[in-house]
């Protein structure tokens, strides 16, 4: 390992930038070593915001030029197999993006081979670092739940309410909605409440898009809709649009948690170039909620107004995939967690094409 962990990044789009680059760039001990995209004019224009000596337009010949230590994987969701594939066969760490992969079997393989080659691997479930998250689940873990009775988990964007091609919403490419911001969602749940046993779901198409090259396209989700059960006995609800017409609001998500010993809601939304996210809660023997605040412990010395920011500054996301490399030790979510979130993603289609509830086998 060299002094720094040297990183490439396969990926030019607009959350690359925002996300993964300015991360890494922030770390003392990272050093982005190379960027790979297929417009070169973009990998150029990157490359160059961020000081990358190297540029590729083919991720193989960026992984076979043997100077990286890791790779974070921020291609489309159709690539993210092949590309994190060969990249455990060089024997880097990994950082991929969210879903994992297409299929379960995929995600099972990646995780598995992995483990087999003793790397860090890490699936970016963006909203498991947000402070607000990270305090109610401490709040769980301290009982103020009890035994859940039932949840409701939403994500409401309206990116995908034009009529234009977009690749997620490409069968071939991805699976849809249910793969972007259900994923989020799926993780969330099973992160906070527990590991699910079945699920049966609704999943449709409102936007008439053409294909890539304007001709006919094979249409994926726009809008999702599960039902779920936990192992715990838990019932819930988890839906995702892409179509949700929310005005000036960037997107928002809805949780809301009931169990014998209380309750929690949390509402997050992103209102312009502000976020926010409150926090309500009642006691069981309470008759009113209360709104909690989220002690300045778990956000550190960020400004809370743009949680975006603990990730330039703490110990979380890509800083904290190259923390573990550097410390040998395990992080997460791990691959694993992505397996477990395609495991439902692959239910929830199962059980809308065939018309009934779909189980989850939970052995692995």
Same mark, same amino acid.
């Given at each position: 390992m060299s002094q720094k962990v040297r990183v490439g990044v396969v990926g030019t789009s607009w959350y690359t930038d925002f996300m993964h680059l300015p991360a890494i760039q922030s770390h003392p001990h990272a050093e982005l070593a190379a960027i790979c995209g297929r417009d070169q004019n973009r990998a150029k224009e990157i490359a160059g915001k961020y000081g990358i000596p190297g540029i590729f337009n083919d991720y193989r010949k960026m992984i076979e030029d043997g100077s990286l230590d890791a790779l974070i994987v921020s291609a489309p969701d159709d690539l993210h197999y092949e590309i994190t594939m060969q990249a455990l066969d060089a024997n880097l760490h990994v950082l991929c993006e969210k879903p994992l992969a297409l299929k379960a079997r995929h995600a099972w393989e990646m995780y598995e081979k992995a483990e087999a080659v003793a790397v860090k691997h890490m699936v970016f479930f963006t909203y498991r670092w947000m402070p607000f998250f990270q305090y109610v689940r401490d709040l769980i873990d301290q009982g103020y739940i009890g035994r859940f009775y039932h949840c409701e988990f939403r994500y409401l964007m309206g990116y995908?309410?034009?009529?234009?091609?977009?690749?997620?919403?490409?069968?071939?490419?991805?699976n849809g909605v249910l793969g972007d911001l259900g994923s989020h969602m799926i993780d969330i749940a099973r992160w906070l409440v527990g590991? +699910? /046993?079945w699920v049966t779901a609704q999943l449709g198409v409102f936007v008439d898009r053409p294909g890539a090259d304007g001709g006919a396209i094979d249409p994926v989700n726009d809008s999702a809709l599960l039902l779920v059960k936990f192992a715990n006995g838990a019932h819930g609800t988890i839906q995702a649009s892409a179509v949700a017409h929310i005005a000036d609001r960037s997107f928002q998500q809805q949780i809301k948690l009931y169990g014998k010993a209380g309750t929690l809601e949390?509402? +997050? /939304?992103?209102l312009g170039s502000k976020a926010g996210a409150v926090i309500r809660a009642a006691r069981s023997q309470e008759e009113q909620f209360q709104t909690l605040q989220v002690p300045e412990s778990y956000w550190g010395d960020v400004d809370q107004s743009d949680p975006s920011l603990i990730f330039t500054k703490n110990a979380v996301g890509s800083r904290l995939f190259i923390d573990a490399i550097l410390e040998n030790r395990s992080v997460n979510p791990?691959?694993?967690?992505g397996y477990k979130a395609q495991q439902i993603v692959d239910a929830a289609i199962a059980s809308h094409e065939k018309g009934c509830a779909t189980s989850i086998d939970n052995s692995t």
């Open positions: 995908g309410r034009n009529k234009e091609y977009f690749w997620r919403f490409d069968k071939k490419r991805a590991e +699910f /046993t949390i509402d +997050f /939304t992103y791990n691959f694993y967690d």
